[in-house]
């Protein structure tokens, strides 16, 4: 059965610090990945999808194989990036990680 | 993307009745979804709403405790009957884009907060 883990429950990163929020999936077919958020108060919007390799609000996702892994990286943390982020693994039905909250301190 | 609104957006109700929650896209869509988000947690698939068919539920989702309907393309019900306060939660709907393009990636409403009391 496919799954989705996100090891870490929050992160705290000071602004202008590298960002690192990690993924890994477990599925036996080709898997297709994104990165969703949820800023606070907010809908759950889509910030990446690992298919189009595209770089949204300084973000950056690439899918790994070997390790099955989709980490989500930033060089430089805002204070705006805080929010709730997703991993998810479409099958094409999206089965979520259980989410990361970033916490970017000033 | 698409616009996606839920009704109502949140709700207070009693142990043992039922709540239904409308979602409606302006946009041509190819699948539709319900979600739920408890309290703290991650987003759980319900079910996916099939047009002029049953729903696809889930493991540990069941249609009496959870009916769903899909009379056309853009819109979606989902009740939630004979309610405990083990179903307060946020309830999303999500749809996928009809069109090549979509790359599968799903869009989610507002959602539903409900409190059961």
């Known amino acids: 059965a496919q799954r989705v883990t996100q090891p870490e429950k929050l992160l705290s990163v000071f602004k202008g610090a590298p960002v690192e929020l990690k993924c890994n999936y477990s599925y036996s077919g080709s898997p297709e990945l994104f990165w969703y958020v949820q800023y606070s108060r907010q809908r759950l919007q889509l910030l990446l999808r690992?298919?189009s390799r595209e770089s949204i609000k300084g973000f950056t996702a690439d899918l790994n194989k070997g390790e099955t892994s989709f980490h989500l990286k930033k060089p430089f943390a805002q204070e705006e990036d805080s929010a709730m982020y997703y991993c998810?693994?479409?099958?094409?039905?999206?089965?979520f990680g259980k989410g990361t909250k970033l916490s970017v301190i000033p | 993307s698409a616009v996606i609104s839920q009704k109502p957006s949140r709700d207070i109700c009693q142990r043992g009745t039922s709540l239904t929650i409308q979602c409606q896209v302006d946009?041509?869509?190819?699948?539709m979804f319900w979600y739920r988000q408890q309290p703290g947690q991650s987003l759980t698939l319900i079910a996916t709403a099939n047009q002029g068919s049953e729903a696809t539920y889930e493991s540990g989702f069941v249609i009496d405790k959870f009916p769903i309907s899909r009379p056309n393309l853009t819109f979606s019900t989902l009740t939630v009957s004979n309610m405990s306060p083990e179903d307060s939660s946020i309830y999303l709907c999500?749809?996928?884009?009809?069109?090549?393009?979509?790359?599968?990636?799903?869009?989610f409403g507002p959602g539903t907060r409900l409190t059961v009391l």
């Open positions: 998810a693994l479409s099958t094409p039905q999206l089965t």
């Open positions: 999500s749809v996928r884009l009809a069109g090549a393009s979509s790359y599968n990636e799903q869009f």
């Open positions: 946009s041509q869509v190819t699948m």
């Open positions: 690992h298919i």
